[in-house]
């Protein structure tokens, strides 16, 4: 178990990784160079569902989805393995900090709007407005999983593409 130093330190660098999600500003405009991968999604404004399923593989399916700018969606997250694994959204850089903290402290437990962990044989849920075009990653950041390639990317296109 980390000593309270310890502690205060995990949990500052995982806020600081989670904290970009909503953006900074309402127009998507970012003064730092930051990221927005969206927002919490609204239940009641949900467009569509996609259903993503987990392998011990250490594979997504589908491992790419499209969607619209503006776009709420309502994943289902299935886990088909017998490991736990889990879908977690953010940028490559993100993403890659926080897989590197879960691997030196496998035992954290956490829970974001973000993300879900699915024990096996279960489902999860994450909804999420896309707020922004470009690229949002998900992961797997249990540990080791990452590093054998459980991503994926999500494409959110202008909202009359596609």
């Not at 700018?69 to 889990?86: A, D, P, Q």
Request: aromatic letters at 6%; hydrophobic letters at 40%.
């Amino acid at each position: 178990m980390p000593t309270s130093p310890q502690m205060l330190w995990l949990l500052t660098a995982f806020i600081s990784c989670v904290s970009w999600a909503g953006g900074h500003h309402a127009d998507g405009h970012h003064h730092d160079g930051a990221v927005s991968i969206g927002e919490v999604g609204k239940a009641d404004q949900v467009n569509r569902t996609v259903v993503v399923t987990m392998t011990d593989a250490m594979r997504y399916t589908p491992s790419t989805v499209q969607v619209r700018k503006g776009e709420t969606l309502e994943f289902i997250v299935r886990n088909t393995g017998k490991v736990k694994h889990e879908m977690v959204l953010g940028t490559t850089s993100d993403l890659k900090a926080h897989a590197a903290m879960m691997k030196q402290h496998p035992s954290m437990e956490h829970s974001d709007d973000n993300m879900v962990s699915v024990e096996p044989g279960q489902e999860g849920h994450i909804l999420w407005h896309f707020s922004h075009t470009g690229k949002v990653q998900f992961a797997c950041l249990q540990p080791g999983h990452f590093e054998a390639g459980m991503k994926g990317v999500i494409q959110v296109k202008p909202a009359k593409a596609m």
